[in-house]
């Protein structure tokens, strides 16, 4: 594979990455690509054999609900040897770890998931199956900045610019502090989302916008007129909110005449 980078002399669509890479694939001018490939492992296809699921009416569970013990973690690590996945040359391989609603529980490297697996619980020991969560959302940072793992979440969390309607990718997108840092905004990824330059802009200079970032990566945009919009990270769905489907109609008991 080869890494295609935009190029402006060329005319549209060859001038941008993705399109000359499928277009242009035979021009080896350019230096050699990295892939990251990311796995994404629902936490209810991990859960070990004797695992008692929540009686009907529970509260569904909470981003911090189902704790991602060793016995998830020896669970997925197994799938991905027998599936035989393994990190692209020159790339890397992660997993994002989803809750029942879509949300994203957690996201690391396959190489940090050995290492906590080989460890265990730093609390009961080294094979203890103890039930503590092993691997979670990364830790607040003491600083503005954010830490690489806090990085990798964000990105896998919001994957695009979070403000309403945009689509530029998290990628190239800055890291905002939705709660600003200076007034006592935390360095957490409760208070941390992907906005692109403009939007990033949009918020820290233009009066009258609100935003309000919810624990589960839900975020509320109200407008100097006081309309407010919701984004939701991808794949979260609102299972507290979500209507039910209406029933399918009946069929008529006799056909129709034609
Ligand atoms: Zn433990
Ligand atoms: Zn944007």
Redesign the pocket.
């Known amino acids: 594979m080869r890494v295609i980078r935009g190029d402006r002399s060329l005319p549209a669509p060859f001038d941008h990455p993705h399109a000359a890479l499928v277009l242009r694939p035979w021009d080896t001018s350019r230096p050699a690509v990295t892939a990251q490939v990311t796995v994404t492992a629902p936490l209810a296809a991990l859960r070990p054999a004797g695992w008692a699921a929540p009686s009907i009416g529970a509260e569904p569970p909470t981003l911090d609900g189902e704790p991602i013990t060793a016995a998830h973690l020896r669970e997925l690590l197994g799938r991905l040897d027998a599936l035989g996945v393994q990190a692209p040359p020159g790339g890397g391989l992660a997993v994002a770890i989803t809750g029942d609603d879509g949300a994203l529980l957690a996201a690391v490297t396959v190489t940090e998931l050995r290492r906590i697996a080989a460890r265990g619980c730093v609390v009961h020991g080294r094979g203890a199956d103890c039930g503590c969560a092993l691997v979670g959302r990364p830790p607040a940072m003491p600083g503005y900045h954010r830490s690489t793992a806090q990085e990798r979440f964000l990105r896998l969390r919001d994957r ?4 309403p309607g ?1 689509s ?1 990718s998290a990628g190239r ?1 800055d890291a905002d502090h939705v709660v600003p840092y200076d007034c006592g905004g935390r360095t957490s990824c409760e208070n941390l989302c992907c ?2 330059r ?3 802009r949009l918020k820290t200079f233009a009066r009258g916008w609100r935003f309000e970032l919810l624990p589960n990566g839900t975020l509320l945009v109200t407008t100097p007129s006081g309309v407010t919009r919701t984004t939701r990270p991808p794949g979260l769905r609102d299972v507290r909110t979500q209507p039910a489907l209406p029933p399918p109609p009946r069929p008529p008991d006799e056909a129709p005449p034609f």
């Open positions: 695009t610019c979070r403000h945009c530029r997108a906005l692109c403009t939007h990033h």
